[in-house]
């Protein structure tokens, strides 16, 4: 089952760093301007704020990844610890955004989704 969650682990911090690039690098692009659905005049005022944002994301990826190169590196305490830390803050943030914003809900569930898998499986796993 440790394995399973690690899967899951890989799956959320890809789509994190997806988010990463959304947020931080493609801001103007039209698949930021779809999923986030910025208003044009506001789009330069929420420029810092989105940049900053997307580096959170990037640096919860790194920790779930870090986490799964060092499980299999042999690590298993170190490495899982790592996976949760990264996973479960994502998992964290998106139950922030649901109960905060539910016209971000959508949204919040997307981002969440893996990550709730990944942590479900892996403590799963530790717990057998």
Do not use: C
Request: charged letters at 10%; aromatic letters at 10%; a neutral charge.
């Amino acid at each position: 089952m440790i394995a399973v969650g690690l899967v899951f682990t890989v799956l959320a911090a890809l789509l994190h760093i997806y988010i990463f690039w959304m947020e931080s690098l493609a801001w103007d692009g039209p698949q930021a301007r779809k999923t986030f659905g910025v208003p044009d005049a506001e789009r330069e005022a929420t420029r810092a704020f989105a940049f900053n944002q997307g580096f959170y994301n990037l640096f919860l990826a790194t920790a779930a990844l870090l986490g799964v190169i060092v499980t299999a590196a042999g690590a298993p305490a170190v490495g899982l610890t790592l996976a949760l830390t990264g996973t479960g803050s994502m998992l964290a943030a998106a139950l922030v955004l649901f109960v905060s914003s539910p016209d971000k809900r959508r949204a919040a569930v997307t981002q969440g989704f893996l990550p709730l898998l990944s942590v479900a499986a892996i403590v799963i796993g530790l717990l057998v």
